[in-house]
């Protein structure tokens, strides 16, 4: 197996291709990463979900980091790293078309939503409606590598 480094545009080619990332957060010195689907174009990220830690987190702190990959095999994959800074589209009149837009991108790939707006209640607790939280995340550096059976 052989291990590259990925260009700037093979990095955007496999953000673009994707959906599915682990965003990385934290707080008083403490990581925390969880899975979101994304919608990406260029220079951004947007996603989706509903209140709860990682939004408590990227509250206080807007430094985040996202990776993407590809795995065809065990030899045969692709990683890009994303380090940005999110930004929150709150839900008022200020921000609607910035929302809107969000939602747009989002909105193309089916069942969008997941795992954003899939949030565990406690046993017995019923659903409370709460608004969903749209947020971007704006791009400060990508970065990727790549490997290749026998050297491709």
Request: charge should be negative.
């Amino acid at each position: 197996m052989i291990l590259k480094e990925m260009t700037s545009e093979d990095c955007v080619d496999v953000l673009a291709r994707g959906h599915i990332a682990h965003l990385a957060c934290a707080r008083d010195h403490r990581p925390y990463v969880v899975p979101i689907q994304y919608a990406f174009e260029s220079p951004s990220l947007y996603g989706f979900s509903m209140p709860g830690q990682k939004i408590d987190w990227l509250r206080t702190n807007p430094l985040v980091c996202i990776q993407v990959g590809e795995i065809e095999n065990n030899e045969v994959w692709r990683s890009v790293v994303v380090e940005g800074r999110y930004e929150e589209f709150p839900d008022n009149e200020q921000w609607h078309d910035e929302r809107l837009h969000a939602w747009s991108l989002l909105e193309k790939r089916s069942n969008w939503w997941e795992p954003g707006a899939m949030k565990p209640s406690p046993a017995g607790e019923t659903g409370k409606t709460v608004a969903p939280v749209f947020f971007v995340i704006h791009i400060e550096g990508v970065t990727g590598r790549q490997s290749a059976a026998g050297g491709n």
